[in-house]
């Protein structure tokens, strides 16, 4: 086994989520590190590892039910890994379907969610990468119908889109710099998101999603972008998230339409024998 990488000894920011419906109460620890690591290589990880990068195991009581009117509770999932990801390159809304290990983090992400309680739906985006791992998740989840939505989209990244982020400066610099600009409002030169644009978005999809499920638990299979931005909804006062890393579990409860409250972040426990892509590549400020 390769040595752990350097960027998982980064200091970790700590925050304390409650979950009544987890079970169970624990300090959540991410990556405080925003760049992406030197190594892409695929990584069978070690519990103690596991636990480095900010792991919790989200036990939960099979025998418990999900039964509050007052608001949804989403279970989100990123979609796993893709060739792109892998080599570094940027998707955006091109559609790239999952490699071997993609499905393999598919399947076990699977196995762990068809163990929750009182699941109702299970929602997509409708790009290959989410979809596929959505129909993975529905199969062990009972074979519940898999319902696209193209408002759960990964962030449209205009001229970067099919670019190895290393060379997105050099090849398009002026995609490049309005991608990185500090501006909310800049667009991306070929048709790409806003920061402002993607917040709408993210807040409206979600905003009718959970009107339609009002008390009840649903899973939601999305993109790093995606995710990133539901984050800054529920903790605009935060730092940066960190890396979000394939098909990790991220829970989230919606309330009044918009009332959004992060409950469990970045639980990846189930790639403990599957592995996962040490730079997160996708699910970080590169996210795409």
Same mark, same amino acid.
Not at 170 to 185: G, T
Not at 252 to 264: N, P, Y
């Given at each position: $086994? ?33 760049? /992406? ?17 900010? /792991?919790? $195991?989200?036990? %939960? ?20 890994e893709t060739a792109w990801n892998?080599?570094?390159? *940027?998707? #955006? ?53 898999? *319902? ?5 989209? +990964? ?6 889109? #099919?670019? %190895?982020?290393?060379?997105? $400066? ?37 905003? #009718? ?8 638990? $649903? ?28 098909t990790s579990v991220n829970v ?20 403990? +024998?599957t592995g996962y892509l040490q ?10």
């Open positions: $086994m390769k040595a752990a990488p350097t960027w998982l000894n980064t200091p970790f920011l700590s925050f304390t989520f409650q979950s009544q419906f987890f079970g169970f109460s624990a300090a959540q620890p991410f990556l405080a590190h925003n760049d /992406v690591a030197p190594s892409l290589t695929l990584t069978h990880r070690s519990t103690r590892l596991l636990s480095n990068a900010g /792991v919790f $195991m989200a036990l %939960v009581d099979p025998d418990s039910s999900y039964d509050n009117p007052d608001y949804v509770e989403v279970i989100i999932v990123r979609h796993g892998a080599d570094g390159r *940027i998707q #955006g809304h091109l559609d790239v379907e999952l490699n071997d290990a993609g499905r393999q983090q598919a399947a076990a992400v699977a196995d762990r969610l068809s163990k929750e309680p009182n699941i109702s739906a299970i929602y997509s985006s409708d790009l290959k990468r989410a979809l596929e791992t959505a129909e993975i998740i529905a199969t062990g989840c009972g074979g519940l119908e898999v *319902i696209k939505d193209t408002g759960l989209r +990964e962030r449209h990244l205009g001229d970067l889109q #099919g670019l %190895v982020f290393r060379d997105a $400066m050099k090849v398009c610099p002026e995609a490049y710099e309005a991608f990185v600009s500090p501006r909310k409002d800049q667009e991306i030169p070929g048709g790409g998101e806003s920061r402002d644009q993607l917040y709408q978005r993210c807040t409206s999809s979600l905003r #009718g999603i959970g009107r339609k499920h009002k008390g009840q638990r $649903m899973i939601l299979v999305t993109h790093g972008g995606f995710i990133r931005t539901l984050y800054k909804w529920a903790c605009p006062n935060e730092k940066s998230p960190g890396k979000i890393l394939n989230f409860r919606l309330a009044d339409g918009d009332k959004w409250t992060l409950e469990v972040w970045g639980d990846v426990s189930h790639l403990e +024998e730079s997160g590549f996708g699910g970080d400020r590169t996210s795409g």
